[in-house]
T-cell receptor
Framework: SQTIHQWPATLVQPVGSPLSLECTVE??????LYWYRQAAGRGLQLLFY??????ISSEVPQNLSASRPQDRQFILSSKKLLLSDSGFYLC??????????FGPGTRLTVL | KQEVTQIPAALSVPEGENLVLNCSFT??????LQWFRQDPGKGLTSLLL?????REQTSGRLNASLDKSSGRSTLYIAASQPGDSATYLC??????????FGTGTQLKVEL
C-alpha cells in the first residue's frame, strides 16, 4: 500500500531564516506530487506540482521554491521566510489523474 | 478560472440525523470531483471520488453525487455520529490534475 510522509510535523522559525520541508511517498512509482498551503481562515492553495524528477510547475508567485531530486521525494524551500509564509503545508500524490492523497502536514509558524 | 463554493459553511446536527453537504463549481469541464475530510490540525483524508462520467459513489454511510451540467455535487451522510464531526472539503480536478478546493463545511454532530 502507498504511504506519504512529511517532516517535520511542526516548525517555528524566525523571519529571514531558511526553510526546508520534505515529503516522501512509498509504494508507488512516478507519482505526480503537489505542495499545498492552508493559511488560517483561508482555503487550500496549490503552490507547486511535479510530474517527474526535476520537473516543477509553480502556481503562485511567492517566496518559496520546490525541488524533486528523486522520484518519490518532494522538497519545499525558502531562502528567507516571511511572516506571511506561516500556515499548514500539505504534500499530496496522485497517479494518472485519479484521486489525490494527502500527507499529515507541517505546521509552520514564522515569528 | 474554476471557483468552488460549499454551503453551508458550518452545520450542527443531533446524532442520528441524515444530512447533505453541498458543493458547486463554475466550470463544468472537470475530470472528477473529490470529497475530503479534515480533522483539526490534520491532513486531508480522501472520502470519495466521482469521475466525470459517473453520477454517484457510495462508501458505507457516505454517498456523493455529481451533476456536471448544473455544476453541483452533494455529500450525503446517513445516520450521523459524533465521530463524523470534522471539516468536509470538496475539490474539482481540472487540467494537469490540479485540484481547486472549496472553503469547506465544518460539521458538528452532537450527542
Amino acid at each position: 500500500s502507498q504511504t506519504i510522509h512529511q517532516w517535520p510535523a511542526t516548525l517555528v522559525q524566525p523571519v529571514g531564516s531558511p526553510l526546508s520541508l520534505e515529503c516522501t511517498v512509498e509504494g508507488t512509482s512516478n507519482p505526480n506530487l503537489y505542495w499545498y498551503r492552508q493559511a488560517a481562515g483561508r482555503g487550500l492553495q496549490l503552490l507547486f506540482y511535479s510530474v517527474g524528477i526535476g520537473q516543477i510547475s509553480s502556481e503562485v508567485p511567492q517566496n518559496l521554491s520546490a525541488s524533486r531530486p528523486q522520484d518519490r521525494q518532494f522538497i519545499l524551500s525558502s531562502k528567507k521566510l516571511l511572516l506571511s509564509d506561516s500556515g499548514f503545508y500539505l504534500c499530496a500524490w496522485s497517479v494518472q489523474a485519479i484521486a489525490q492523497y494527502f500527507g499529515p502536514g507541517t505546521r509552520l509558524t514564522v515569528l | 478560472k474554476q471557483e468552488v463554493t460549499q454551503i453551508p459553511a458550518a452545520l450542527s446536527v443531533p446524532e442520528g440525523e441524515n444530512l447533505v453537504l453541498n458543493c458547486s463549481f463554475t466550470d463544468s469541464a472537470i475530470y472528477n470531483l473529490q470529497w475530503f475530510r479534515q480533522d483539526p490540525g490534520k491532513g486531508l483524508t480522501s472520502l470519495l471520488l466521482i469521475q466525470s462520467s459517473q453520477r454517484e459513489q457510495t462508501s458505507g454511510r457516505l454517498n456523493a453525487s455529481l451533476d456536471k451540467s448544473s455544476g453541483r455535487s452533494t455529500l450525503y451522510i446517513a445516520a450521523s455520529q459524533p465521530g463524523d464531526s470534522a471539516t468536509y472539503l470538496c475539490a474539482s480536478t481540472g487540467g494537469g490534475n490540479k485540484l481547486t478546493f472549496g472553503t469547506g463545511t465544518q460539521l458538528k454532530v452532537e450527542l
